[in-house]
């Protein structure tokens, strides 16, 4: 009962949603590097980035974030009346309400559910996908094994899919299960990728536990492993993770931080007070540490999501932005920038019906689907494990609660949802065909989405 009144809490949370403004990536003149500013301002260069660290750092040790976050939540007018709502119908009728809405927008549309939607357009431009039998889509070898490791979070963002916040404490991973996870990780040799998400997963107890687990096991058997942390950046100040940046330079880890915007007010409106400035200290953190360096060999990648009912811009050309804006204004260095789809469900989908848009949003991703992106599906080659251990095609079906079904040991004519105590290898499950539902448009609009950015 009571994680299910924290569920309920968390997922009423909605923020405003405030557009951005059409200039809001626009770069002044005065701003633009040019080829002037290439080696013979090196030195001026650096002296412009250590500037702006000063500039932007916090003085003294930061509290925590979850205090206000809280109370944002407690005061907010949205938050009250989602959680009248869930209180009533619960969180699975919720789930259910706004897959009819997307359904029902689709008849609007005369659009048949995705899969027939895929099949009919193969056949229009004579296209035979390998990844497609009998109007099932297949995966291939798994090389992704991703990790949602606890719901419990020091944000409540508005975008959020998997609606995490203060207050999911009870839906985190155990040591048994996060035990099980590195064994099928060591039983599968396909896997060159641990991808760690949440919720905030550094503030859960089996975080560091996986990290050091599966770095020293690739060591050993001289494997070649990519870790990622999918990281929020604020949690990088939180108390008592001090040194938790250290910790990730000291065991190679990738870090995926989210990033929506460059700008405070943007930022701070998808996100919470005061993320932004957090934000900003916590990649000067990571900076000094050697991350986003191109003499370096640690990974700093940032993630871009629209804060409203449009796809993103070119992932190539937003990077360039980006790259531009932070250095300039904030003296940050990173790699690469990733782009990901608004999907229609959770927040984003209340945030959709509240505003009449449901309709109009999946109008939009129907009429931008690009076949190019079928074949990059992040379903094709990544196996998402929920917190308890049940097994999912992607991370968006782990929060529509659509696990992956096989046959049960009991009874071979029994199927049920699969988790990770009923296979020996995450290779098993290549004989199961991927759940997909009218979300999944989401990941075929424009130039494709993923949990890796674009796939086209």
Known sequence: MMAMKHYAIAAAILAYQSSFAVDAFAIPSSLRLTASHSSSCLHSTRDHIEAKRKEWSLDGPSSSLIPEVIEQMETDTEFKELAKKISKIGVDGMTKEERAERRRALEDLGVPNFMKFVVS???????????????????????ILQLNIGLYCNQACTHCHVESSPLRKEETMSANVAARCLELLQNTPTIDT?????????????????????????????????????????????PNQEDLVDFLKENNVKVVASLPCYGEDNVDAQRGRGVFQRSI??????????YGSSSSDLE????????????????????????????????????????????????FADHLAKQGQMTEYMELLVNNYNPQTVGGLM?????????????????FNQQLGMGIVGKSEESSATKKKLSIFDIECLTDLEKYSVLTDNHCFGCTAGSGSSCQGATA
């Open 281 to 290: 200290a916590a990649l000067h953190k990571l900076n000094e540490a050697g």
């Open 121 to 143: 357009k193969d056949e229009e431009e004579n296209v035979q996908d390998s990844h497609i039998q009998n109007d099932r889509l297949y995966r291939s070898h798994p090389t």
């Open 300 to 347: 700093l990648d940032l993630v871009y999501n629209p804060s409203g009912a449009f796809l993103p811009p070119s992932q190539e050309s937003l990077e360039g932005d980006y790259k531009r804006e932070l250095l300039d204004n904030f003296g940050i260095e990173f790699n690469n920038l990733i782009t990901i789809t608004n999907m229609p469900i959770k927040r």
């Open 194 to 238: 641990l991808d760690l998400t949440g919720g905030a997963p550094e503030l859960n107890e089996q975080f560091r536990f996986l990290v050091k687990m599966a770095r020293q096991w690739a060591i050993e058997n001289e494997r070649k492993l990519t870790i990622i942390d999918r990281c929020n950046l604020t949690v990088l100040l939180e």
């Open 379 to 395: 379903c094709l080659n990544t196996i998402s494990v929920g917190w308890d251990g049940s097994l999912y095609d992607c991370d």
